[in-house]
């Protein structure tokens, strides 16, 4: 990843199961004010349905602050923070016309593309660790296994041993 994907990776997190990127960040990253990128997306409402971008709870800033992806409440400067899906982010390049505001949408885009790889390649990860955890369980449980069978056969042999070792009773010849 190169120096401006890893910027905008960063800013991108996860709300409601979904990555986004706060309107705030988005701003920072097209070099305008959070209130022009606002007053855009506003003026074109019925470009952005609900699963393209989204107001924030109080409870969603909230755990925000507490896992200091944010500063504090103020870092929004009293206004309620929109979330960008992908979806989101690629209707904006309709909505900002400048040269930058296309530049960044893409190099936006191709992070986007580049995290979902690595949630997958990290989901492929995931399933082959379980599976050799689960080999692994089975393996041990097989030893587990071989070691009962061994402690049998060994206090069989024991017992046999005893019995032909044990004092006889009853008539006996003297070999003498």
Same mark, same amino acid.
């Given at each position: ?35 022009? +990128? ?5 003026? #074109? *409402? /019925? ?12 409870? &969603? ?53 580049? +995290? ?5 390649? #990290? *989901? /492929? ?12 369980? &089975? ?38």
């Amino acid at each position: 990843m190169i120096l401006r994907e890893a910027i905008i990776a960063s800013k991108i997190i996860t709300i409601r199961d979904e990555k986004v990127i706060l309107d705030v960040h988005l701003a920072e990253l097209y070099e305008v004010e959070t209130r022009v +990128l606002k007053q855009a997306v506003r003026r #074109n *409402k /019925d470009r952005f349905p609900y699963d393209f971008m989204y107001e924030l709870t109080d409870a &969603e800033i909230d755990e925000m602050v507490s896992q200091n992806v944010i500063p504090s409440k103020r870092h929004f400067g009293g206004a309620v923070p929109f979330a960008f899906t992908e979806n989101g982010v690629a209707m904006l390049s309709s909505v900002l016309n400048s040269k930058k505001a296309i530049e960044v949408n893409i190099s936006i885009m191709r992070t986007f593309t580049i +995290l979902r790889k690595m949630i997958l390649l #990290n *989901k /492929d990860i995931m399933e082959e660790i379980n599976k050799i955890r689960k080999q692994m369980q &089975e393996q041990g449980h097989n030893i587990m296994l071989i070691f009962q069978y061994l402690k049998q056969f060994e206090e069989s042999k024991q017992q046999k041993t005893e019995q032909e070792n044990r004092k006889r009773i009853g008539f006996k010849t003297d070999p003498n």
